[in-house]
């Protein structure tokens, strides 16, 4: 989007005195991007972050590696769960599929939950070394048999956090929009 359109729309937000506030329920169930909270989409294989997190207290980085480097955080591929499921589980069906994928050398397509429309430019790098916790904004994932997401990724959410003091952190619009 233009800056030029971003700012024909915050004047007619502000005109209508609706800007910084969430939207109603009606708005919400519109959306094809954000407000999808509870969206647990089904997974080709029932990985669980209650199970590797939250009973085997496997740290996030260890699979999600990229979040502290890169805007993306990335889904780990399947040599990382080789390093254990070489030997971890090779009895139980679901592992074997996994073994079979990994040795066929085919990725396992997992359904992306979160999803923020193209306009919008989102940093994990930012967030999380200013310390910011995975959880603050993913809810309790070590909980999560299957992911869903938590927050509503909509503007008011991101700019009531940008805009605590104690945050400093940018609330202009070019933060979040090309
Ligand atoms: C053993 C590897 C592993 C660990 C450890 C792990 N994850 Fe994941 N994570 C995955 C895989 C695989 C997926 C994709 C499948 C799915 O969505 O369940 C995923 C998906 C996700 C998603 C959803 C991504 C999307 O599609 O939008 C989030 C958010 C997430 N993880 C956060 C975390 C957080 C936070 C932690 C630590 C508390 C963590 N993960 C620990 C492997 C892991
Ligand atoms: C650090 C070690 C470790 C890593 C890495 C790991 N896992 Fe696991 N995983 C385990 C352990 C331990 C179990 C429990 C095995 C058991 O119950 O015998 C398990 C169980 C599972 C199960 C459950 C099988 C069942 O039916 O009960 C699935 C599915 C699974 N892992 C998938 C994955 C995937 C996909 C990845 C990579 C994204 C991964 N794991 C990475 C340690 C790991
Ligand atoms: C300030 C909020 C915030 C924090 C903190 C945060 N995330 Fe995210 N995460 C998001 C948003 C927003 C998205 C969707 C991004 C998009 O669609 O571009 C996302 C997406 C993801 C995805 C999916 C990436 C993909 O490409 O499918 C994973 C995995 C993930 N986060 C893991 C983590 C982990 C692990 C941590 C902590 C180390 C973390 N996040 C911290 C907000 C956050
Ligand atoms: C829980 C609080 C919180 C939430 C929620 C949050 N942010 Fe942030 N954001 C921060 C903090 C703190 C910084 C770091 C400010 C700094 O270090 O300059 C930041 C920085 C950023 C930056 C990097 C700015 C720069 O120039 O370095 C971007 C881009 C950003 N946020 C986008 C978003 C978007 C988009 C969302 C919603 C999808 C979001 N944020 C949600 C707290 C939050
Ligand atoms: C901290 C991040 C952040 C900042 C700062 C921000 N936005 Fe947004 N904006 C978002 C996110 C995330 C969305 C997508 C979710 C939604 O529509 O609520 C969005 C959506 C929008 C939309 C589309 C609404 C729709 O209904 O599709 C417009 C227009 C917009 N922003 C304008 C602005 C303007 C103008 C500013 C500056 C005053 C601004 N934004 C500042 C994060 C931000």
Not at 127 to 150: D, L, W
Request: include cysteine; glycine fraction near 4%; proline fraction near 6%.
């Amino acid at each position: 989007m233009r800056l030029t359109n971003l700012l024909i729309v915050l004047t007619a937000l502000v005109l209508s005195g609706c800007l910084w506030q969430s939207p109603d329920a009606e708005q919400r169930t519109q959306k094809s991007f954000g407000y999808n909270n509870g969206y647990a989409p089904e997974q080709p294989l029932p990985f669980s972050h209650e199970l590797h997190v939250g009973t085997h207290q496997i740290q996030c980085q260890y699979c999600h590696n990229q979040v502290e480097r890169s805007k993306n955080s990335n889904i780990p591929a399947l040599s990382t769960c080789m390093n254990c499921h070489q030997q971890v589980g090779t009895q139980l069906e679901n592992i074997k599929k996994l073994r079979d994928a990994y040795a066929d050398n085919k990725p396992i397509e997992w359904v992306k939950v979160h999803m923020l429309p193209d306009h919008v430019q989102f940093n994990h790098q930012a967030h999380v070394s200013r310390g910011v916790n995975c959880q603050t904004c993913h809810g309790p994932i070590e909980k999560m048999a299957k992911v869903y997401q938590f927050s509503d990724l909509s503007m008011g959410w991101c700019v009531n956090c940008h805009r605590q003091p104690e945050n400093k952190a940018p609330l202009n619009c070019t933060t979040c929009h090309h």
